[in-house]
């Protein structure tokens, strides 16, 4: 009996999480944030700030948007939007694919550390995982920055 109370117990939680999950990624209707922005672009003075990316939007900018909600996430897309343009790279897919690279090139070389230092627990492997995320977010805009100044 107590099996079955824990199982049911489980699985409402893990349904809650997961719909909270859902619900939180779902696009949220924000009507005054709408008609401001369309007030913004018939105006002759541009906003000061950019709005932020929308969570219903599908593949690439929902990586955008995940990204964003980070603390800081939204001010490294709009810089490394600036510096692609710069470097005379303007398609669609460039931002998300030097974000989802930059990402994967950053997880690369962690799970090289990790792997690296599987035997050692200490202040090595936290000097190596401090090293691996900064070469991993680091290199990728410094090669964005030589093709800026190329």
Sequence with gaps: MSNLVFFLITGGTLMLLFWLGADLL???ED??????EE???????????????????QGAGRVLYLVGLFPGGEDWIRTSERLLTR?????KYALPLYIVSTLLWAAFLLA????????NLGTNLIGGVVAA????????KMVLQRLVKR
Excluded at 47 to 57: D, S
Excluded at 87 to 91: L, S, Y
């Design 26 to 28: 779902r696009a949220q």
């Design 31 to 36: 009507p005054l944030a709408d008609r401001l």
């Design 39 to 57: 007030l913004q672009s018939h105006a002759m003075v541009a906003p000061a700030r950019a709005a932020r990316r929308k969570g219903g939007t």
């Design 87 to 91: 470097a005379g790279i303007r398609r």
């Design 112 to 119: 090289g550390t990790f792997w690296l230092q599987r035997d």
């Design 133 to 140: 995320l900064l070469l991993g977010f680091l290199v990728p």
